[in-house]
Nanobody
Framework: EVQLVESGGGLVQAGGSLRLSCAAS????????IGWFRQAPGKEREGVSC????????AYADSMKGRFTISSDNAKNMVYLQMNGLKPEDTAVYYC??????????????????WGQGAQVTVSS
């Protein structure tokens, strides 16, 4: 079974940076997709970014372009989300999610079957 563990969350001042990590394991297929999502208190979950293991194709939600960068180290089954220029409205629990056996990725939550436990990111003003 696919397992995902996020790390790297924390408290940062506005304008600062954080890098989230997602350690993935248990894939059956060589190709898989990893997505990052977030959920702020009282709000619905929203997609942030995704990456495909087959060719490192990436996608971003429109509102995340320019400040967030997704990357991967396929040899280590690690995916990272570099977040720069953080704003208080970026405060949320950030989740990584995975879908096994696909050459594509998506920033839509239902695309994914497996989810991590989440990492809290708090941006102070």
């Amino acid at each position: 079974e696919v397992q995902l563990v996020e790390s790297g969350g924390g408290l940062v001042q506005a304008g600062g940076s954080l890098r989230l990590s997602c350690a993935a394991s248990g894939f059956i297929f060589d190709d898989y997709a990893i997505g990052w999502f977030r959920q702020a208190p009282g709000k619905e979950r929203e997609g942030v970014s995704c990456i495909s293991s087959s060719d490192d194709t990436t996608a971003y939600a429109d509102s995340m372009k320019g400040r967030f960068t997704i990357s991967s180290d396929n040899a280590k089954n690690m995916v990272y989300l570099q977040m720069n220029g953080l704003k208080p409205e970026d405060t949320a629990v950030y989740y990584c999610a995975a879908r096994d056996g696909t050459r594509y990725c998506s920033v839509n939550g239902p695309f994914y079957a497996y989810w991590g436990q989440g990492a809290q990111v708090t941006v102070s003003s």
